[in-house]
């Protein structure tokens, strides 16, 4: 029996899923690099535990172009209306960095010489850092629809209504921690006395949602005094009861220290 400590990279398809209506996702590689340390229990089973920080990169776009989504906003004076949103080719970088702290147990058994099979399960705390929002659009056009009036305004710039041609602006979705299941299946090859070479198949699933906002918002914000410099809350920003959770699988890379 023997304490160990690793290092390594994980790297594979890191999906953030939603249930946004309307939206659809392209996946990208992602990846993490960890450090941990596993003690043994017994000779098969050992309690592992350590820190990872990952990154998830996708794009996000309406999947009808020409939909037009609408949210209630009050303008400077008060009087309430519903904003609406038509866009043109709108695409959304999303980039997420996250710390993970993962609490797994290890089954290990030797199959040869030199080479051990090992399987990991267990949770980790999923803490974003920073998710991060670049919006892009070749046209934008806000429009205010007044009930109480029956008034729609959709040409006053000054007053935050009309069009704008190629949009582009950053922004960053509001975050909270969640727990994610994980799952290793893979194997160890001595390459020394004191060290191994790790290699492995990985899955892992959030629970919950990372999306931490207490209203609805128009993916593209209303600015009162221009159609200009409107900001971009991202499409996800539309439900603040949307679930948002990160899910990845791959393959992990690691070098093992006795």
């Known amino acids: 029996m023997a304490a160990q400590i690793y290092v390594g990279v994980q790297s594979g398809i890191g999906n953030i899923k939603s249930d946004v209506n309307g939206t659809t996702q392209g996946h990208e590689?992602?990846?993490?690099?960890?450090?941990?340390?596993?003690?043994?229990?017994?000779?098969?089973?050992?309690?592992?535990?350590g820190v990872e920080f990952?990154?998830?990169?996708?794009?996000?776009?309406?999947?009808?172009?020409?939909?037009?989504?609408?949210?209630?906003?009050?303008?400077?004076?008060?009087?309430?209306?519903?904003?609406?949103?038509?866009?043109?080719?709108?695409?959304?970088k999303q980039t997420l960095h996250a710390i993970q702290i993962p609490l797994f147990l290890q089954y290990k058994?030797?199959?040869?010489?030199?080479?051990?099979?090992?399987?990991?399960?267990?949770?980790?705390?999923?803490?974003?850092?920073?998710?991060?929002?670049?919006?892009?659009?070749?046209?934008?056009?806000?429009?205010?629809?007044?009930?109480?009036?029956?008034?729609?305004?959709?040409?006053?710039?000054?007053?935050?209504?009309?069009?704008?041609?190629?949009y582009s602006a950053t922004g960053e979705y509001q975050t909270k921690s969640i727990v994610m299941s994980m799952f290793e299946l893979g194997f160890t090859f001595d390459m020394g006395k004191k060290n191994a070479l790790y290699a492995a198949m990985f899955l892992e699933n959030g629970y919950g949602s990372i999306l931490d906002q207490d209203r609805d918002e128009s993916y593209i914000g209303?600015?009162?005094?221009?159609?200009?410099?409107?900001?971009?809350?991202?499409?996800?920003?539309?439900?603040?009861?949307?679930?948002?959770?990160?899910?990845?699988?791959?393959v992990t890379l690691g070098w093992d220290f006795k």
Request: aromatic content about 12%; glycine content about 8%.
């Open 29 to 49: 590689l992602g990846g993490a690099l960890k450090v941990g340390y596993i003690y043994s229990l017994t000779n098969h089973i050992g309690v592992g535990t």
């Open 54 to 92: 990952s990154q998830y990169k996708q794009d996000v776009t309406l999947r009808n172009s020409s939909a037009t989504l609408s949210n209630f906003e009050v303008d400077p004076s008060t009087s309430a209306f519903i904003y609406s949103i038509n866009t043109s080719n709108y695409k959304e």
């Open 109 to 166: 058994t030797n199959i040869n010489k030199g080479i051990d099979f090992n399987f990991r399960a267990g949770a980790k705390y999923f803490l974003p850092v920073k998710y991060k929002i670049e919006a892009a659009a070749n046209n934008v056009n806000g429009a205010a629809y007044y009930p109480d009036v029956n008034l729609t305004i959709d040409n006053l710039p000054e007053y935050g209504f009309g069009g704008q041609s190629n």
């Open 222 to 250: 209303y600015n009162p005094t221009s159609v200009t410099d409107r900001e971009a809350n991202g499409l996800y920003s539309t439900d603040k009861n949307a679930k948002i959770r990160p899910v990845a699988f791959g």
